[in-house]
């Protein structure tokens, strides 16, 4: 077989229902494209049929490539992995359950063909829960500040990378990542799309709010060392504040006397610095972790087995 142009990369956990009818829609638009491709599917441990039907898909189908996991190591490992197998001069990063129309593919070639590195992009009318979409709001703007990147939309998985690109990320060997943001450090030309945006079609979300709040934490502390740095400024903020009420107090006592009065306001303001400390040692005692992490040097994902790479 030719060496694919495309690669197609898609994670996939418990998402049996849907395979099928991803395949039967992302393929003629593959065949439509006129190039050679391939699809890299991860099976990232799951627990229903999801891997039989890919086993199945990649006997039958020559592009296809199947890497199966020995466990659950999470979306971004998973296209990790499938990164390091690809071969396209153009890898595509897709979601299983059709919430990104696979018909969108071409568009964003076409994108990549005008010169752009990595092509982001932006979904149109998304279909997600009220809350979804504003915890993501929050998370792109302070993302963007923190990073000082600029990106609409961290949370659309629909993306397009320049073998370039797939090169430098494969390069890299944190183990908690973010794909889209460890890709957006490496692009000197990064453009977006409008793309539609569906609902998931069967199964449900695999990110749970905890899940989200973890991985938006590891979104903030893996890119940026700011939030330490903001501890740093409130930290100076307070102290010259605390002085400022010290001289004040000073002052008063000549010319009022000493007070006693307000003490519970005293402690109302205690609180809130003691939440606030609690708060900058959980910060720092993320960034411990993520070191910790990575001194282990555990490997960040084991592969059980591959299917439909045997002819390379
Ligand atoms: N996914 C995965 N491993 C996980 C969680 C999710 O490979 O541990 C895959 C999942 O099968 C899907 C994609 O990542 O293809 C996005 O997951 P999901 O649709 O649940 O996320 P959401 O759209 O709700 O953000
Ligand atoms: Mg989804």
Do not use: W
């Given at each position: ?43 990232d ?24 996991f020995?466990g659950n190591f999470g979306?971004?490992m998973a ?221 960040r994902f ?11």
């Amino acid at each position: 077989m030719q060496t694919p142009y495309l690669s197609i990369v898609i994670p996939v956990y418990n998402e049996e229902a849907n395979l099928r009818p991803l395949f039967d829609r992302l393929y003629p638009v593959m065949l439509g494209t006129g190039r050679p491709f391939e699809i890299i599917f991860t099976d990232d441990g799951s627990r229903d049929r999801s891997l039989a039907i890919l086993k199945d898909l990649a006997s039958n189908q020559p592009e296809v490539r199947v890497v199966e996991f020995n466990g659950n190591f999470g979306q971004h490992m998973a296209i990790l992995a499938a990164f390091e197998m690809s071969r396209g001069e153009i890898v595509v990063t897709l979601d299983a359950d059709l919430q990104n129309p696979p018909e969108e593919i071409p568009k964003l070639v076409r994108k990549m063909e005008e010169g752009c590195d990595v092509v982001g992009s932006i979904r149109q009318k998304r279909q997600d829960t009220l809350f979804r979409r504003v915890a993501s709001r929050i998370v792109n703007i302070t993302t963007n500040k923190i990073t000082g990147m600029q990106m609409s939309d961290y949370g659309c998985m629909l993306r397009a990378y320049n073998r370039n690109i797939v090169d430098n990320i494969n390069r890299c060997r944190e183990t908690t990542t973010f794909i889209p943001a460890l890709a957006q450090t490496f692009a000197a030309n990064p453009c977006e799309v409008e793309v539609v945006h569906a609902e998931r079609a069967e199964g449900e979300s695999k990110y749970s709010l905890y899940r989200l709040i973890r991985l938006n934490f590891d979104l903030m502390t893996g890119f940026s060392v700011v939030p330490l740095q903001l501890f740093a400024l409130l930290g100076i903020f307070t102290s010259v504040l605390s002085l400022v009420f010290a001289l004040f107090l000073l002052i008063r006592r000549f010319i009022v006397g000493a007070e006693v009065e307000g003490v519970f306001t005293l402690f109302a303001i205690l609180f809130f610095f003691i939440g606030i400390i609690i708060l900058g040692i959980g910060i720092v005692g993320e960034y411990v972790g993520r070191i910790y992490q990575e001194v282990r040097k555990r490997p960040r994902f084991v592969v059980r087995r591959t299917y439909g790479f045997e002819e390379q």
